[in-house]
């Protein structure tokens, strides 16, 4: 069985920063491009950033120059680093992480979710 937990979200003021994790336990293998996607309140979910098992990243247009997605493939462990945060950004983010499993299975588990909240 694979888990996702993130954590780091929380309530910041418009301007401030925020740190996500999202790490990733269980039987694995390894893991392919991990991602971050957000779902705000009575929208779809999109995606926000991608980064490849070689470190290759990939931003949404509405983030770019203010988030940076990093991750370490030691620690099966992915982290979301938000500054210049906008009201716009409050959504509830998830991680995302297809992975191939010591069974040979594939998975695309996904995080619980975290609350980021972007207000006065």
């Known amino acids: 069985q694979v888990q996702l937990v993130e954590s780091g979200g929380g309530l910041v003021q418009p301007g401030g920063s925020l740190r996500l994790s999202c790490a990733a336990s269980g039987s694995i293998f390894s893991i392919y491009t991990m991602g971050w996607y957000r779902q705000a309140p009575g929208k779809q979910r999109e995606l926000v950033a991608t980064i490849t098992s070689g470190g290759t990243a990939n931003y949404a247009d509405s983030v770019k120059g203010r988030f940076t997605i990093s991750r370490d493939n030691t620690r099966n462990t992915v982290w979301l680093q938000m500054n210049s945060l906008k009201p716009e950004d409050t959504a509830v983010y998830f991680c995302?992480?297809?992975?191939?499993?010591?069974?040979?299975?594939?998975?695309?588990?996904w995080g619980q979710g975290t609350q980021v909240t972007v207000s006065s």
């Open positions: 995302n992480a297809p992975l191939l499993t010591r069974k040979d299975a594939f998975v695309s588990p």
